[in-house]
């Protein structure tokens, strides 16, 4: 991923070598290259090679001129002293672009716990409402499933005709997308968990008159803890796969954006595996894979030595 200095050159760390189309345009592909700057069959052209056509950033045609003041062309304000960088290989990441990813990962590993806590709370009362009830429960649970496996992406779109047309915070309104399919994973566990309750346990939570806060944390919550943590950990690894598609969303020339470790990957997914896919894949399988251990697994553990009912 780094090159042949592992991000190492002339007695320090080399720079990032961006992409300066990063909206990897056809259009703007051709435009570099007419104006004889290399470029790739992914559409991405290195500030290197437009460093190595204008002599280092020092003798820009007539043609690399507009393109400097092409509002998709990336390019830096002061070329020369860009070029003057001493940059990794086209193509290849710097170290500052893991500090950028662990950084963006960090933020989207915030949206997913905020929101696996939105759904916790809201589809919980839900599900154990529904479970208590097995007629209800045996016709919601086939359509929470189908709900499951419903493309959410397909409503992506009207995702972002509102939030556009209405100047809606994305945080709000476009965050919540890559749970849109993960949440119904703790809905219909948590089903199955209310569902599975003794009959007996109720009988002797209703005997001894709990209610309130008590019957749920002497019954109900030790009854669908196993149910929940599995539910959970299954709803967090679809998140974590749809932050990739939810981060950067589309609809016609309308294309919204939100700072995170998905949109990252979104942006560098140029049709061909490259470094910057890689490294962004390997922060987050890190990041899912600590989150995971330091909490999904406790909660797994606790769970079997616990609340088991069998």
Same mark, same amino acid.
């Given at each position: 991923?780094?090159?042949?200095?592992?991000?190492?050159?002339?007695?320090?760390?080399?720079?990032?070598?961006?992409?300066?189309?990063?909206?990897?345009?056809? !259009?703007? $592909?051709? %435009?570099?290259?007419?104006?004889?700057?290399?470029?790739? $069959?992914? /559409?991405?052209?290195?500030?290197?090679?437009v460093c190595a056509a204008t002599s280092g950033g020092t003798q820009i045609s007539a043609d690399l001129a507009a393109l400097l003041r092409e509002r998709w062309a990336a390019l830096p304000d002061d070329l020369?002293? $860009?070029?003057?960088?001493?940059?990794?290989?086209?193509?290849?990441?710097?170290?500052?672009? +893991?500090? !950028?990813?662990?950084? *963006?990962?960090?933020?989207?590993?915030?949206?997913?716990?905020?929101?696996?806590?939105?759904?916790?709370? +809201?589809?919980?009362?839900?599900?154990?409402?529904?479970?208590?009830?097995? %007629?209800?429960? /045996?016709? =919601? /649970?086939?359509?929470?499933?189908?709900?499951?496996?419903?493309?959410?992406?397909?409503?992506?779109?009207? $995702?972002? =005709?509102?939030?556009?047309?209405?100047?809606?915070? /994305?945080? *709000?309104?476009?965050?919540?997308?890559?749970?849109?399919?993960?949440?119904?994973?703790?809905?219909?566990?948590?089903?199955?968990?209310?569902?599975?309750?003794?009959?007996d346990l109720k009988e002797a939570a209703m005997v001894h008159g709990l209610r309130g806060w008590a019957w749920w944390r002497k019954l109900i919550i030790p009854a669908i803890f196993p149910a929940f943590v599995?539910?959970?950990?299954?709803?967090?690894?679809? @998140?974590?796969?749809?932050?990739?598609? @939810? !981060?950067?969303?589309?609809?016609?020339?309308?294309?919204?954006?939100?700072?995170?470790?998905?949109?990252?990957?979104?942006?560098? @997914?140029?049709? !061909?595996?490259?470094?910057?896919?890689?490294?962004?894949?390997?922060?987050?399988?890190?990041?899912?894979?600590?989150?995971? %251990?330091?909490?999904? %697994?406790?909660?797994?553990? *606790?769970?079997?030595?616990?609340?088991?009912?069998?």
């Amino acid at each position: 991923m780094f090159g042949p200095g592992l991000g190492f050159g002339n007695n320090g760390l080399l720079a990032p070598n961006p992409n300066v189309n990063s909206g990897l345009r056809p !259009e703007l $592909a051709q %435009r570099f290259a007419a104006a004889g700057v290399a470029t790739n $069959a992914d /559409q991405t052209v290195w500030l290197s090679d437009v460093c190595a056509a204008t002599s280092g950033g020092t003798q820009i045609s007539a043609d690399l001129a507009a393109l400097l003041r092409e509002r998709w062309a990336a390019l830096p304000d002061d070329l020369a002293a $860009a070029c003057a960088l001493p940059m990794v290989p086209a193509g290849k990441v710097a170290w500052a672009d +893991v500090l !950028e990813c662990i950084w *963006l990962g960090l933020m989207t590993t915030l949206r997913v716990v905020i929101w696996i806590t939105v759904s916790t709370l +809201v589809w919980t009362p839900i599900g154990v409402w529904i479970g208590l009830r097995p %007629r209800v429960a /045996q016709f =919601v /649970q086939p359509v929470a499933q189908f709900a499951a496996a419903f493309p959410a992406n397909l409503l992506f779109p009207v $995702a972002v =005709v509102l939030i556009s047309n209405f100047a809606l915070p /994305q945080n *709000l309104f476009q965050a919540p997308l890559m749970v849109l399919g993960a949440q119904w994973y703790i809905l219909f566990n948590v089903i199955a968990g209310t569902v599975a309750i003794p009959n007996d346990l109720k009988e002797a939570a209703m005997v001894h008159g709990l209610r309130g806060w008590a019957w749920w944390r002497k019954l109900i919550i030790p009854a669908i803890f196993p149910a929940f943590v599995t539910g959970g950990i299954t709803a967090s690894g679809g @998140s974590w796969n749809a932050s990739i598609v @939810s !981060e950067v969303v589309s609809w016609g020339t309308t294309t919204l954006t939100l700072t995170g470790l998905g949109a990252y990957i979104a942006t560098w @997914s140029t049709g !061909e595996f490259n470094p910057h896919v890689g490294l962004g894949m390997l922060v987050m399988g890190l990041l899912v894979l600590g989150f995971n %251990r330091l909490f999904w %697994r406790r909660l797994y553990h *606790l769970a079997e030595t616990r609340f088991r009912l069998d």
